[in-house]
């Protein structure tokens, strides 16, 4: 999960060795942190001491929207695979044919060390986190929370069954931690009364359909474990507390 401001100037491949179109595990590319456009935020890859040499390489950071309001809450960086910094990028001067000093782009040069898809150019880096060895125990949010599910991990994933992950529109400023576990709900369905003559529009109650864990906070968004499911889950879905 990644922000505007972390997304757009991130690092990002910009050629391979060999011409190839996809990497994997073992293969050479260059990257760069810099840009040249007058809007040039990114910052030059380095290897020198005290900079990251470890990242993780992302694609198609898509927005999250509330499935109500609509607002996008965060990004959502699909992850292929991990790339280690082997020579940070530098600018070196050469002369042209006419014996003029130009200036010349030398990208990084980067290894993939792991890789869960094939990787291209124009994929983003962004470097390794800390490992993160937590423990807690499951248990109910501390105050009312309620929401919706705004994804189901995974590509062309509809629905979610058991063990399989979610994004859900609440997050850490709204008070869930992680451990806590809530009931999904599954929306009732909305249907006219054709025993009464009016033939009335009618909603059937938000019936319970699982549990979930949420493993991972951010500000607005979460993700969340399936831990149980009646029915498949889908975005939409609202949760509540269990009790």
């Not at 491949?13 to 190839?20: D, E, N, Y």
């Not at 020198?48 to 992302?58: M, Q, T």
């Not at 009016?198 to 474990?225: C, W």
Request: glycine share 10%.
């Amino acid at each position: 999960m990644v922000d505007e401001h972390t997304c757009g100037p991130a690092p990002r491949l910009v050629a391979t060795q060999g011409g190839r179109v996809l990497l994997t595990l073992g293969h050479r590319a260059s990257a760069r942190g810099a840009y040249s456009g007058a809007n040039a935020t990114g910052q030059p890859l380095s290897d020198a001491k005290g900079e990251p040499l470890d990242y993780r390489v992302f694609r198609n950071a898509k927005p999250l929207r509330d499935p109500t309001t609509q607002a996008i809450l965060g990004y959502e960086a699909q992850y292929v695979g991990k790339a280690e910094l082997v020579r940070g990028e530098s600018i070196t001067q050469t002369e042209d044919k006419n014996g003029k000093a130009q200036m010349e782009i030398v990208p990084a040069t980067i290894d993939i060390v792991a890789t869960k898809e094939e990787i291209r150019v124009g994929d983003r880096l962004i470097a390794e986190p800390p490992r993160e060895l937590l423990s807690y125990v499951p248990r109910a949010p501390s105050l009312p929370i309620a929401g919706q599910i705004v994804s189901v991990y995974g590509d062309a994933v509809a629905y979610a069954a058991e063990n399989q992950i979610v994004v859900i529109n609440r997050g850490s400023e709204d008070g869930l931690e992680r451990g806590n576990v809530v009931a999904i709900l599954k929306d009732g369905q909305r249907l006219q009364d054709k025993t009464d003559s009016a033939n009335p529009q009618i909603k059937l109650p938000n019936e319970r359909n699982g549990l979930m864990m949420v493993f991972r906070t951010f500000d607005h968004l979460s993700y969340a474990l399936v831990l149980q499911v009646t029915d498949g889950v889908k975005i939409g879905d609202r949760f509540a507390n269990p009790n």
